[in-house]
């Protein structure tokens, strides 16, 4: 399930995202809870984090905080702008000041593993497509925290931008299959154990002489020590995409 940012109307998302038009008052009849589109922001992201994005609707919404889907519809017109609102909300929760004083590479690091812990607490926001922006002032701050420690690396804005993408590319990846893994038994009811365990049997039987046909995938997994956990295969991934870095820092330096 993808789902594209910026599908509402325009002004009034992007009114809502930087809330330069004002909202209507709390409405408090009875002992139900107030509404507030930070509310009804706050109990839709409730609902993305512990059923998913396909379960979050209005009416779900709506239910959280003891009232008709139709009651938000006041605060935040559809289901397009609350995802806007969602996205925006939950990057304030990454930090945007990082320390650079022991280089740039420490710092990008510790970026990373932070995003990485982000995306694994709201995995509802890795269905949220990279294409088109939310455009929000967190998604920006956000931005400009990885930017400003990269800042540091002399890189000009066009090779500064390529890095960014591929760091946010990389991490997402990373966190997606991290997710995916802990959804499958559930989705499946098969046990990733029991499942390796059927079909490296079954491989062995329909598949005779399978080393000497893949010399090379043999090769890779020969090593003692198991398959590397997601930690490990992050960890690994995370330094060369970091040496490469560094390589490209190194090679835009002026010479002498």
Do not use: C
């Amino acid at each position: 399930m993808v789902v594209f940012a910026g599908q509402g109307d325009a002004r009034r998302s992007m009114a809502l995202l930087w809330r330069s038009g004002g909202e209507p008052d709390e409405v408090r009849p009875g002992p139900k809870p107030g509404l507030s589109v930070d509310v009804i922001v706050e109990a839709a992201i409730e609902v993305a984090d512990s059923e998913g994005m396909a379960a979050l609707s209005m009416r779900k919404v709506g239910e959280r905080l003891g009232r008709t889907g139709m009651a938000l519809y006041t605060y935040v017109p559809n289901k397009g702008e609350l995802v806007d609102l969602m996205y925006d909300r939950v990057l304030a929760e990454l930090p945007t000041v990082y320390d650079a004083s022991a280089g740039w590479r420490p710092a990008v690091a510790s970026w990373a593993e932070h995003t990485l812990a982000f995306y694994l607490r709201h995995p509802w926001v890795l269905q949220v497509s990279q294409a088109r922006p939310v455009l929000g002032p967190n998604e920006f701050a956000t931005l400009e925290s990885v930017v400003s420690i990269l800042s540091a690396t002399g890189l000009g804005p066009r090779d500064t931008r390529g890095v960014v993408a591929l760091l946010f590319d990389f991490v997402r990846g990373a966190a997606r299959t991290v997710t995916e893994s802990r959804l499958a038994p559930s989705a499946t009811g098969v046990s990733d154990e029991e499942w390796w365990r059927t079909r490296s049997h079954l491989l062995e039987e329909v598949a005779p002489g399978f080393t000497g046909q893949y010399p090379m995938v043999a090769w890779v997994e020969s090593e003692d020590g198991g398959e590397p956990g997601a930690g490990d295969t992050f960890a690994i991934g995370l330094n060369v995409l970091l040496d490469g870095i560094e390589a490209t820092v190194a090679k835009a330096q002026p010479p002498g």
